[in-house]
């Protein structure tokens, strides 16, 4: 089992930003797709980015250019840096890490309980 702890949500004005983390409880942590993904009340689940085990990032059009995903397999702790923050950016946002194949992931997969991020105008 992997445990995935999301911290680093919060409240911040329009144009600001935040750093999430995800620490993950497990000793194969460097071998995992990680992936960000977001939820806003009403709405669907949509996948942020992902950064592969081998460190590839891909991110969804709407944050290109104002989110950063990273990672320290030494901590294993994944990262999301958000600037330029929107008030549309309002969301709960989950952490996975897991094994994939394109859109494709095998299990296991694990996910995080989320944390909170509200941007206000």
């Known amino acids: 089992q992997v445990q995935l702890v999301e911290s680093g949500g919060g409240l911040v004005q329009a144009g600001g930003s935040l750093r999430l983390s995800c620490a993950a409880a497990?000793?194969?942590?460097?071998?995992?797709?990680m992936a960000w993904y977001r939820q806003a009340p009403g709405k669907q689940r949509e996948l942020v980015g992902i950064?592969?085990?081998?460190?590839?990032?891909n991110y969804a059009d709407f944050v290109k250019g104002r989110f950063t995903i990273s990672r320290d397999n030494a901590k294993n702790t994944v990262y999301l840096q958000m600037n330029s923050l929107e008030p549309e950016d309002t969301a709960a946002y989950y952490c996975?890490?897991?094994?994939?194949?394109?859109?494709?992931?095998?299990?296991?997969?694990?996910w995080g309980r989320g944390t909170q991020v509200t941007v206000s105008s």
């Open positions: 996975r890490a897991g094994r994939r194949s394109g859109t494709l992931w095998y299990s296991p997969t694990y």
């Open positions: 950064m592969a085990s081998g460190g590839d990032t």
């Open positions: 497990g000793s194969i942590f460097s071998t995992y797709d």
